[in-house]
């Protein structure tokens, strides 16, 4: 069955530090795959979506992805973070073009340390 | 106006009363969603309209009624609240491209 993994549940960076939050998944076929934040007392925001093609993909405010396959993996990544970065992130699967039957991962809460 | 608006925010239902969460969007798009989040767990698909027509998950198949008056407004309709029907509720609407998620509706259930 398909499903995502974020192995993390909480991640704290400091403010400036790099930043890597995990995603892996199970999925036969051709995945598309997302990554949404949901910042504090707002709504799930997509920072950026990975279609087949370059495997790593640019996002909204600094935020890259890179899906392997032969890792299963989605990771995203951020060179510096900012203390505006603090929300909780969720990585997702669908099955096609149609994304919005998405499989959620249960997401990661990034706190930032000043 | 790319926003997708929940009323209300925040409900509380007696267990065993009908709950009715509703939503809205002005972006003409032709496909609204409804998914349940719980604490710590992921958001889960309940439903969704392709236009006029209703797709239901078939775990959640006989759990949850919907109504799509309008190409604007979409409901979730609970008949009878249970304990485990309290969740965050979003909404979300697409048209070919990424989803619009509204603020969604916490739904408390005592």
């Known amino acids: 069955a398909q499903s995502v993994t974020q192995p993390d549940a909480r991640v704290t960076v400091s403010e400036g530090a790099s930043l890597q939050l995990r995603c892996k998944y199970s999925?036969?076929?051709?995945?598309?795959l997302f990554w949404y934040v949901q910042y504090p007392r707002q709504g799930l925001q997509l920072l950026l979506k990975?279609?087949?093609?370059?495997?790593v993909v640019q996002g909204v405010n600094g935020f890259e992805a890179e899906f392997s396959k032969s890792n299963s993996s989605f990771h995203l990544r951020k060179a510096s973070v900012h203390w505006s970065d603090w929300a909780v992130y969720f990585c997702a699967v669908s099955m096609n073009y149609n994304q919005g039957k998405l499989i959620f991962g249960q997401g990661t809460k990034l706190s930032i340390k000043p | 106006d790319t926003t997708v608006k929940q009323n209300p925010r925040y409900k509380l239902a007696r267990v065993g009363k009908p709950v009715n969460l509703i939503c809205s969007q002005t972006m003409n798009h032709d496909t609204m969603y409804w998914y349940q989040k719980k604490p710590n767990q992921a958001p889960k698909l309940l439903l969704f309209?392709?236009?006029?027509?209703?797709?239901r998950e078939a775990d959640t198949f006989e759990k949850f009624q919907s109504s799509r008056p309008n190409n604007s407004f979409c409901s979730l309709y609970i008949g009878s609240a249970g304990l485990e029907y309290s969740a965050m509720y979003l909404c979300a609407s697409s048209r070919g491209g990424w989803l619009f998620f509204g603020h969604g509706t916490k739904l408390s259930v005592l």
């Open positions: 309209y392709y236009d006029k027509i209703l797709n």
């Open positions: 999925y036969f076929g051709t995945p598309y």
């Open positions: 990975y279609y087949p093609g370059d495997p």
